[in-house]
Nanobody, 122 residues
Framework: QVRLVESGGGLVQPGGSLRLSCAAS????????MAWYRQAPGEQRDLVAT???????NYTGSVKGRFTISRDNVNNTVYLQMNSLKPEDTAVYYC????????????????WGQGTQVTVSS
């Protein structure tokens, strides 16, 4: 069994910063692709940022230049540094990971965290 546990959400004023963390634990052989998604009330869950096992990153347009995704491969942890936060960044943020549970596994298994609330408001 694999668990993803997020932390770091909260209430911040516009222009402020937050750093989210997501740690994967359990019977893990390797963690490949990791990502952050977010879901605002009444909206669909949208992709925010991705990072490969080799460290290549991609961002959705609205967060480019403000958010930075990074990872610690030793501790199977992914981070999302969020700067210059705007009210429209308010959402529940979820991490997602593609995990191989054993060496021979060809297609990774996908796991989600429970979500952490980020509220940007004055």
């Amino acid at each position: 069994q694999v668990r993803l546990v997020e932390s770091g959400g909260g209430l911040v004023q516009p222009g402020g910063s937050l750093r989210l963390s997501c740690a994967a634990s359990g019977s893990i052989f390797s963690v490949n692709f990791m990502a952050w998604y977010r879901q605002a009330p009444g909206e669909q869950r949208d992709l925010v940022a991705t990072i490969t096992g080799g460290g290549s990153t991609n961002y959705t347009g609205s967060v480019k230049g403000r958010f930075t995704i990074s990872r610690d491969n030793v501790n199977n942890t992914v981070y999302l540094q969020m700067n210059s936060l705007k009210p429209e960044d308010t959402a529940v943020y979820y991490c997602n990971a593609a995990v191989k549970l054993r060496p021979g596994q060809v297609v990774p298994s996908m796991y989600w965290g429970q979500g952490t609330q980020v509220t940007v408001s004055s």
